[in-house]
């Protein structure tokens, strides 16, 4: 059974810096793309990162130089690293394991339970 953990979340002031970390387990990690997306009570939730085994990645414009997304293979883990942080990136941040470098939430079948992150102005 894949299974997906988030954290790093938290509450910052704008400007401010995260890094969240996604652990999986049960997930030939090393075969496939993870992603992060973000979603807002009453919003879709959207992508806005992806990385694939070949270190190919992929950004939402809204986080495009502001956010970086990378992988530990040894550690099975994914990493957003999130800076200069904005009111507008407040979320629950979900990551996800799929096969393809794309930010449509379809493409992935397997979800983490979230992890919040709040950005105070």
């Known amino acids: 059974q894949v299974q997906l953990m988030e954290s790093g979340g938290g509450s910052v002031q704008t400007g401010g810096s995260l890094r969240l970390s996604c652990t999986a387990s049960?997930?030939?990690?090393?075969?496939?793309?993870m992603g992060w997306f973000r979603q807002v009570p009453g919003k879709e939730r959207e992508g806005v990162a992806a990385?694939?085994?070949?270190?190919?990645?992929l950004y939402a414009s809204s986080v495009k130089g502001r956010f970086t997304v990378s992988r530990d293979n040894a550690k099975n883990t994914l990493y957003l690293q999130m800076n200069s942080l904005k009111p507008e990136d407040t979320a629950m941040y979900y990551c996800?394991?799929?096969?393809?470098?794309?930010?449509?939430?379809?493409?992935?079948?397997?979800w983490g339970k979230g992890t919040l992150v709040t950005i105070s102005s």
């Open positions: 996800a394991a799929g096969n393809v470098l794309l930010l449509a939430a379809a493409y992935y079948r397997h």
């Open positions: 990385i694939c085994t070949s270190d190919s990645t």
């Open positions: 049960g997930y030939i990690y090393d075969s496939g793309c």
